[in-house]
């Protein structure tokens, strides 16, 4: 019988077949199985060796290495733990046209002041790349360039004990391993290239980063084992008609995970924001019906973004509703707690609810915040001014308590903000009592959602929109609590 020279490997997962098929049986993807060829096994025996004995060592110890090294870009060095790890390995993926070539380059020119840094592209001559740096700037910056995709040839180069601090592969999918007779992007290529190049930059002790291609559902393309092999995954997030760019650490082996960063688009590249609260709420009115402002937590940082909805008579048997920024199911979620706790009937409206600035929220302490903006967008009734919104919501409508209760109060005084709604239970000692005021924050404890409602006064008819005498009664009753 002949040995198998090939296989059939899934693309988004990795899995391995002895033939074709249209749908992956491992993550249920269509067209994503492609042939690869089976390495030469060697025979039988030959392989075999004795093992050496391994050395343990202890946790306390010198290392002949920096712990960190700062780039000197804040933001950067912040979702990274506060600065790069000698001898680590970091994925970014993101979006096309997101920046993430702009901010490696930037982040290599700031780093080229303490250590030599290298910049490796497989999509760009070096021509294209001189250019970029020119547009931001940079073109004084003692930066290596240089455009290979064979992995073996950049191994021979780099493997030697010169001082590097920096290197960038640009992008991870144009490298290929020559031993592996697969295409570049492939499962094996992808695996492989990122194993050689992880491994040499642990061996040298400098650290490497590859940028990552993404498939049409944002996740990062190759095998999930990619993931797994690096010590940091960045993700770059935002949208190209905003000029807000995100830098979220979804996994980080020396620092916290989910921190941002965020940057702002400029024609002279990303600058960094330093109060990304006054930068998402810069546009932000007060006399606004359906929309409030969360107080939210990403990572260590408080973060305050406006929430908007709008609420529409619909003729369709189901009525759309389309969020932007926030997870469908959770809305979906909180409008059924409002109907059946709260009476209030949204079941023939059409919905839509975006978080301003292009910013995505995936707090559970944000459904206060939603509930606010459906009500007043329900009611024709301003949230009241100055006023901010946290809290998670139960099924049964209660209001539990959020994690870093403090933090969030105090991000929203210092922009100015004079009123918090919040979970009564939370922390005990100041939301024990309504309307109790905290210095200048006057925090309104509440239990249960009916205590969020009942201030809007009664529901609208269809017809009316705030304008009338009625209207001007309600926003009365709600700036007066």
């Known amino acids: 019988m ?5 296989r059939f490997v899934c693309q988004a997962c990795g899995a391995s077949f002895t033939k074709w098929s249209g749908r992956c049986e491992g993550c249920g993807s269509w067209n994503t199985i492609q042939e690869e060829a089976i390495e030469a096994a060697a025979p039988r025996g030959l392989g075999r060796r004795r093992g050496r004995s391994i050395a343990f060592a202890g946790l306390q110890g010198v290392s002949d290495t920096a712990r960190r090294r700062p780039t000197g870009i804040a933001e950067f060095d912040r979702v990274c733990g506060g600065g790069i790890v000698p001898g680590s390995g970091i994925l970014v993926g993101g979006d096309p046209g997101i920046g993430k070539s702009t901010l490696l380059l930037q982040v290599a020119a700031a780093l080229a002041r303490e250590a030599p840094c290298a910049y490796i592209s497989g999509e760009e001559a070096v021509d294209q790349v001189r250019m970029r740096a020119e547009r931001l700037g940079l073109e004084s910056a003692s930066i290596q360039l ?3 995709t064979a992995v073996r040839d950049i ?7 010169d001082d590097l601090g920096l290197l960038i592969i640009d992008s991870i999918q144009t490298m290929f391993v020559d031993t592996l007779e697969s295409a570049p992007g492939t499962v094996a290529q992808v695996r492989a290239s990122a194993q050689a190049l992880i491994g040499l930059a642990k061996r040298r002790g400098f650290t490497v980063v590859l940028v990552g291609h ?3 559902e944002g996740l990062i393309a190759g095998p999930k084992v990619l993931e797994h092999m690096v010590d940091t995954v960045l993700y770059f997030e935002g949208d190209t008609s905003h000029q807000f760019r995100v830098l979220r650490a979804v996994k980080n082996r020396f620092g916290p995970t989910d921190e941002i960063g965020v940057f702002e688009m400029t024609d002279a590249g990303l600058k960094e924001v330093a109060n990304p609260s006054a930068l998402f709420l810069s546009d932000q009115r007060d006399d606004v019906t359906g929309a409030s402002v969360f107080a939210g937590i990403e990572g260590s940082r408080p973060l305050l973004v406006e929430i908007q909805s709008l609420i529409a008579p619909s003729h369709l048997p189901t009525p759309r509703r389309a969020v932007v920024g926030w997870d469908a199911g959770r809305l979906a979620m909180i409008l059924a ?11 023939g409206t059409e919905v839509y609810l975006n978080v301003a600035g292009g910013l995505r929220i995936g707090e559970p302490a944000a459904d206060l915040a939603v509930a606010a903006a459906l ?15 946290f809290g998670e919501i139960g099924l049964s409508g209660e209001i539990r308590a959020v994690s870093r209760t403090e933090a969030r109060l105090k991000e929203a005084a210092k922009l100015g903000f004079t009123r918090a709604i919040a979970p009564q239970p939370s922390p005990p000692a100041e939301l024990r009592k309504r309307g109790r005021a905290e210095g200048a924050m006057e925090i309104v404890g509440i239990a249960h959602v009916r205590d969020l409602v009942e201030p809007f006064g009664a529901e609208r008819s269809r017809g009316e929109h705030g304008t009338g005498q009625a209207a001007r009664r309600t926003r009365e009753v709600a700036s007066h609590g």
């Open 2 to 6: 002949a040995r198998q020279t090939s």
């Open 146 to 148: 240089a455009v290979a």
């Open 155 to 161: 191994v021979s180069t780099l493997d030697r004990p």
């Open 214 to 216: 993404v498939t049409k």
């Open 337 to 347: 707690v409002l109907e059946a706790r709260c009476g209030l009937s949204l079941s």
């Open 375 to 389: 009500v007043s967008a329900a009611r024709g009734v301003p949230v009241p001014p100055k006023t901010v919104v």
